[in-house]
Each structure stands twice: as structure tokens, then as C-alpha cells.
């Protein structure tokens, strides 16, 4: 009998089921490090623990997204393994920060199912949740994913398609408890733009750029225990080219922002994204956002911004897609999130 | 005076004499996020604290290849500087799992000499010792290695082979105190399959692969401050490449086999291992094992498996010589060791 | 109005003036192991925390040249962002360790203004302090650029060239609190030789190295924070080279010294440097050192060396400029400083 995981088919996922993924992670001071050796990670929060103290929080939490990375991670196995497209991402809400010590774990409940016509893949819906070793939740997110079939004699289920918000109302969203900006350090933050500073519809060139490399886009892949093949053997596509992990563009794209957005602290909402082309190494990753809207909190000097992240192969800046509504060929990725920043 | 290291030769050692070798290393969070980032490591009990505390360990200990790989490193300036071949290893046994903090310090006895009857070369048999901050032994190993002479008229000393273990008796192995896998969870570690499902003589084909890159291999070996030349310096061999230090191919296979061994989890014994072809960088590694035997023992819910680990750089399983009793060109790695098991 | 950092030009600094840079950073584990993944550093005092309390210190702090790339780092957005060229450093001196936990900030005074009589570009002098989340500092160094001018019509400043001492005096020094070498473990540092086994105007050829790799400067470069375009963006420069951060030469060079200096254990002064020339992945990087001077100490056990750093890319040795008082092709840098060493 076969030991190895051939992962889950169209026809395995049940609705209402609950999946628990495996391999529990705990995370530290040397994923911290990392994420900081990986990509141009600037913002203050993050990188000390006394400007974390400052703004009420016990010390600097793991980057939002290497907790991001690092649920996702362990859904791959159960959930895109046989997948041939990852159609997009919704309702993703940051919960509570992950600190140095923390034991991650996800479970992800299918809340979705509906057959394509073909007959031969359906869409997967799933609402992923990680939590941390008291069991509190620190993130979740939907995604959706189309599945190969493995029987294509099984019957298609009952069609679920779940209703999600295009955008997460801001009074939905969670400040991380004790979060107070009230005495916010604009210097040793890197900038003095602060939320009032922000209009909706600006567009912000982050001018810097990072050429990939295999073996940095391997080693943060791996750290996130993401293990498909695509990422790591470069004799699995036909073309030679291992493609690179979206999350690594979100990562790249997201620090490289620093500039401009220095003061978009930490991540508390994702409202979508669309890894719009693939990305490979020799590629140099630049950014742009767009502010989308903003939001007030009653939280002590801290205001929201939603942000259209956008990377991009060729430095292009404030279109994404083209006449026929395709994106451009030169965007990587186009992501649409709320950020905390100081009133 | 020269004050560089010329490394020994073979006519400076001397049965008996032990050498205790250089720069103690002291391991923590960040070699294990490191080993994680640059191997597909998911074995639950390395990757969560609270899955280590479920087996009955106060934490997550540093994977047992790392340690392996830190105690060997350093006998490198003292062992192999002149060395023209790595002959073998045996007798290797795991006796104290390494935690976040431990120094790690490593002394070799040599055990053996031999004088080749070109009177040119010789083999030395050293048992290294590798011991933490407090004395104890964490790990013991039988590594032989031929190596240069360098005055020629130096006397061949007294003809001294060690008597070996081809392999270890299941009872001489080390069990870390505490491990309990009595409520050993399944699902966490991410496979069902216990050691009542593996049948002697099974073959493990662990699918996935990893194509070897130059930053990593030389990361991977600093990080275990093994400094031979022919690892970094692209000018020090005649074909311009460097050639990977054959730990880092022990450590991907091993890894890599997860998919189908997740629940082998700790390593308690090395039988034996030959690097059957060089490594180098664009090759993509992949592995297979085979059940060689198993063993009962009287740790609850522990079981022992002994397994042979072959990794390729063609893909191949299942076969690791040729008619002419060579290895196959295409086989990297052949080693035979011990895992625990939850019965 | 963009929001992103344009960088100071010449015609933006003040005498006397004090610019706190941005973005504190917490090191730790994940840099130490990191330090070590990505540099061949085997100096036992940074390696293993036994042998820094066998030496009078609580622990093994940070590697010095670490400490120096983190406060260096932070100065490159308000410093060197729109520099030509990094014209020399002196004045360097280490005032306390940097132990994992603590916070590094920076700040530098203006303490030199000259404009070039080209009326296009000026050199800038800074003395920039790093300093711990106490307040403390932990070590400051005087470094001069040569800045662009953006209003060329801007007046020329008064011309202020700040008296620079060409070698720091020994009784300058600041030996760490604590440090005692009167029982040093010459064995487990790696070499027998002892302060007064090295005599001034010896040469030592370190003998390894080590080819570059874009992923390895880059993690590097990324983890000190220092986000100069021309590191990481293999688009900016014509040639599509992206040129090495010269502190990453630095630290390969000073840990491939090991070989030869291992117990010129840790960096107290930093007399001057100069990146003599750029330095591209592909290269090997080798090196030497000479030993320009020696100086005793009150502190137990503990003299100074000053040595000469030289890396090259040609494994050449004793040589670093022509006839012409040019730097030879096959020199990348020259580093003058003082270590202390067990007498």
C-alpha cells in the first residue's frame, strides 16, 4: 500500500467537513530573523521590541504575513496538492499576533463545492483557520482552488457556493489588544505620513526593486513548510522553471511598500489578491499601492487603511489591467488589504 | 612560523590519542528555524514544542542531523584537511536529544591506522564523541577517511582495524529519556501509517525533489562551521565546481522522506552510509527507502525501524548498484539507520 | 506629494546637526545563527557561550562586525542614498557588546562639510553612534561620502574637514567589562598562538575562500536593513550586476582570517578601510592580513593586535597597490584594526 500523500481529490471534499492539518509549527527568534534576511522588512513594529512596547504591545510580533505563510503553509497538502488553479482569497482577518514561542497550528472547514461542466475539476471552497498552543484563533481566511478530479465517474455534489465579502467591513476587523498609537514614534518609524496625510485614490510609487533568486524564494518557502513540488524541482515543469510561491511576491511586494507606507504597521484584513501572472527567478519585483479607503477606530490614535498592493516585473506603475479587462503582463500580483497606521 | 592550519597527516596520529577538537558551538532557535528554511523538514516532534511535549520531551530538540552535522564539522581541520577519501561511518548512536542553548563540543579517538601499500596514503579510524555544556554525550560515531602522507619516509605504523558493527543491535540504541508515544497523535504528525504497517523488505518511493542550489549547500555547511575548501572555493577544483558536502544530501533525503515516513521521527542509530556519486548544485535531489528491519522495544508506544535511505539525481527507486557491484550513477546517498516509531 | 524618501542631498546637511535614523532593530538567535550561516565565523568566543563566560562575559554577544552593519544599515537612507562614492572610515571603536535581546538604534552627528569645486557634489562627514535600548552606546565610527548636490545653485557651506586621528591610540580603546584572558583555552579557540607569537610586519595568508553568491549578499545585506537599490536590483546598474555591499567583504574576509587569527578573538577599533574595488557575485573572495602594530593592556591576559585586513579576488597576497599608488585589480579591501588577543 502506498504510504506517500496523494492529496485530495474533487470528489474527497465533504461540505461541512473540518480538515486538521498536520505538523504543528513553533515559531521564533530565528523565523524572525529570516523574514528579515528574506525580504527588505522595515517596518518598526516588527523590528523592534521597544517600538512594539511603545505602541502597547509586550514585544515585536512574527511579520503578519510569515504567520500568514506559516497557516497556509500546512494547507497545502490537504487542499492544493491536486489543485490546477488557486482562484483567490477572501475575508482574511488577522486575530491575534503571534508571538516568539507560539505553537501554529490550521484546520480549514470546506464551506464550498461546485463541479465545472468539464466534469473533471471542481471549485473547493475552504474557510482556513490557525490557531495558536491555547488554541486561540490568530488568523482566518477563505480560499478557493480548482481541484482535479480523480473518479470522474463520482457524482457532483450538491453546488455550495459561499457568499463572501468583496471587501471586510471595517468595523469587522481586529486591532490586536493594547494596540494604542497614542504616542507613536514617527522618527523611528522611518516617516512622518500619517493617516490624515493618506487620500483615497493616491498612488504610491515604493520605487525599490528585488531581483529573485532560487534559493531565497526555496528557503522561504520551506520555512513556511510549504513543500509543492512547483517551488522546489526544477525538473517538474516541462520548462525547467520552478515557479515561485505567491506568497513570496506578497512578502517581497509588502516590504518593499516600507517606502511610502512606512507607518501601514501591521496587516488586520485581506480582502482579496490575484497572483495576476507567475512569477520566476531573474525577475526584479517592484511595487505600487493605491489607497483604496480609509476607516477610523475607536482604538487610542490608531486609524485603517485599505491598500491595493500591487508587483510588478517591469516597474510599470498604475495600471494593472488592460483593455480586454486581462492583466497586464508585467503584474505579479494585485492584493487589497487593511492596514493600521497613526491618526 | 606558519600559522595556518595544515591539517594532520597520516603519519601524526597515533593509536589511542584523543583529539579534542576545536571552537564549541552553542545551538539555539535560530539553527532550528535555519534547518527548516533549508530542508523540507516537517517531522512534527522537530517542527512543534507541544508536540515534542505530547512524546514526553520538554521541547522541541534540534534535529538529530543537526546535531550530527555540528559535532562532525568540527572534526573537519583535524580529520579530513588532507583526507583524498571519506571511507565510512558506523556505530553511529544518538544519546541525548540537543536543546535550544546546548554547547556542543566534539573529541575523536583514533581507533585505527592502516598504511596503503602505496606508502602514500593511509586510512585512520576515529571514534568522534560529540558532548554538551554539562559532559554528557549526545552522540558517538565511527567515521574512517584515507589520508596523505606527507613526509613518505615516515614509518607505517602498527596495522590497528577496528572490529565494526555492520549493524547496530537494536537493544545497544539509546531511547531519549522520557519519549513516550503512547498518546502519540497521528493526525498532528501527518500520516496513519504506525509501525505495524511497515513490512520488512517495503519500498518507499517519497515522490518529491529538490534541485540543490550553491547558497544553500554553502549556508547549510557554515552554519555547521565545516570549512573545507572544495564546498566554497569555486577556483579549488579543476571543473570550476564546488562539491556539496555529503551531509547536506543526508539532510534533504532525509527530509525529503517524510512523505511516506513521517512518523519515523527521531534517529537513533547510524548503521552505515557511502556517498556513492558527488553532488553539485543543479542537480535535483530525490529519495526512496527501503524497510531493512524492525525491532521492538520497551518504551511505551516505541518502536524501532531500520531503514535504508538512498537519494538519486535521476529519480530512479529501487535499485542502488549495477551488475559490477558499483553504484548506479545516479545514486547520490546510501545510508542505513535507525528511527523510532509509534507502534 | 510623494510620499516616498528621496534621501538627503549635500546641500541638506548642517554642521553639528543630529539625525536619528529610523527603524531600531531587536537582534538575536536568528542573527546569530544567521552571522554564522552566511560567513565562515569560527572565533570560539562568538560561536560557543561556554567559552564567552570562560572569558569574563555573560554570554557570546553578537559578532562586532554584526553590530556594525546593524547601526551602519540604518544610516544608508538619510547617509548614503545619494552618494557616488564612500570615500573612507576612521575613528571606529566597539564600546560594549551587543548581546541577543538587545535593541541597536542609530544617530549620527554632521561633523565635516566640503564642497567639491566641481559645484555638482560634496563630501559629507559623519560621526554616527549606535546605542542600545538603555542608552547605552555600544559603538560609534566616522564615515565620509561623497553626495550629490540637488539645487546646484544651493551655496557652497562653510568648508569644516574634521581632524581625524590615522590610528585610533590604544589607551582609546575600550576593552569589554569583564574580559579576562588569563584563563583562555587555546585549544578550543583553534590555534596556539598567543599575543607575543605575532610580530609586527608578519604577513599571514589565510589560504581558504569563497565564492559569491547573489542570494548570500543579499540575505545579508537585507538582515542589516541596508536597502541601497544597487545591492538588490539586478536592473539598476547597466552592466545588470548588482554590486556587493562591501561590508559583506568585510565579514567573509574577517572570518576567513580565522585561519591564522584565530585568537585575535574579538574588533575593538576600526582604524580606517577602503573598498578598494567592487566587488560581484562569481568572484572568490580570499585573504590576508599583516601585523601593523601591538599595544599591551591593563585587563588581565589581554593584548591588542592591529592588523591590516586585505580580501582579494585573485588569492593574490603581501600587495595591495602598484606602482602607481592605484589599488591592484585584485584587491577588494583594505582594513586596518585592532583586536584583542590572549597574551
Redesign the interface.
Known amino acids: ?5 496523494p492529496g485530495r481529490f474533487f470528489e474527497d471534499y465533504r461540505i461541512g467537513e473540518v480538515i ?1 492539518h ?5 515559531v ?7 523574514y ?7 517596518h ?1 513594529l516588527y ?5 512594539a512596547k511603545g505602541c502597547g504591545l509586550p514585544e ?1 510580533p512574527l511579520d503578519d504575513l510569515a504567520a500568514f505563510h506559516v497557516v497556509f503553509g500546512k494547507t497545502v ?1 490537504d487542499v492544493s496538492l491536486n489543485a490546477v488553479a488557486n482562484l483567490g482569497y477572501a475575508e482574511g482577518r488577522w486575530l491575534r499576533p503571534v508571538y ?2 507560539d ?1 501554529l ?1 490550521s484546520a480549514s472547514e470546506v464551506i464550498g463545492l461546485k463541479q465545472n461542466s468539464n466534469g473533471k475539476t471542481g471549485v473547493v471552497y475552504v474557510r482556513t483557520t490557525g490557531t495558536n ?1 491555547r488554541g486561540e484563533p490568530v488568523m482566518d481566511y477563505v480560499r478557493w482552488v480548482m481541484v482535479r478530479k480523480n473518479d470522474l465517474e463520482a457524482p457532483a455534489p450538491e453546488v455550495v457556493v459561499p457568499e463572501l465579502n468583496a471587501v471586510i467591513p471595517a468595523e469587522d476587523l481586529v486591532i490586536p489588544e493594547g494596540l494604542d498609537f497614542s504616542r507613536y514614534d514617527f ?5 512622518p ?1 500619517r493617516w490624515g ?2 487620500e483615497i485614490g493616491e498612488v ?8 529573485i ?4 524564494h ?3 518557502t ?2 513556511w ?1 510549504n ?1 509543492a ?1 512547483v517551488h ?5 515543469r516541462p520548462d525547467g522553471q ?1 515557479l515561485i510561491y505567491g506568497g513570496h511576491v506578497i512578502s517581497m511586494a509588502r516590504a518593499l511598500s516600507f ?4 507607518n501601514a504597521q501591521m496587516i488586520v484584513g485581506l480582502n482579496g489578491g490575484a497572483h495576476a501572472n507567475p512569477c520566476f527567478s ?1 525577475l ?1 519585483v517592484k511595487a505600487w499601492s493605491e489607497v483604496l479607503d480609509k476607516a477610523e477606530t475607536e482604538v487610542p490614535g490608531v486609524g485603517l487603511v485599505r491598500l491595493r498592493l500591487v508587483a510588478t516585473s517591469d ?1 510599470s506603475v498604475g495600471a494593472v489591467k488592460g483593455e480586454d479587462g486581462k492583466y497586464l503582463s508585467g503584474v505579479l500580483l494585485d492584493l487589497d488589504y487593511w492596514a493600521v497606521m497613526p491618526v
Open positions: 500500500m502506498a504510504k506517500t500523500n486538521h498536520a505538523v504543528p509549527r513553533t521564533g527568534a530565528g523565523e524572525r530573523a529570516l528579515h534576511a528574506l525580504y527588505p522588512a522595515r518598526a523590528s523592534s521590541d521597544e517600538f515585536s497538502p516568539a514561542g505553537t497550528h498552543q522618527q523611528l518609524a522611518g516617516e505620513h496625510d493618506y504610491i510609487d515604493h520605487v525599490d526593486g528585488v531581483t533568486e532560487e534559493a531565497e526555496m528557503i522561504a520551506r520555512l513548510q513543500t513540488k522546489f524541482d526544477a525538473t517538474f520552478r517606502n511610502g507606507l512606512a531573474g526584479t516597474g
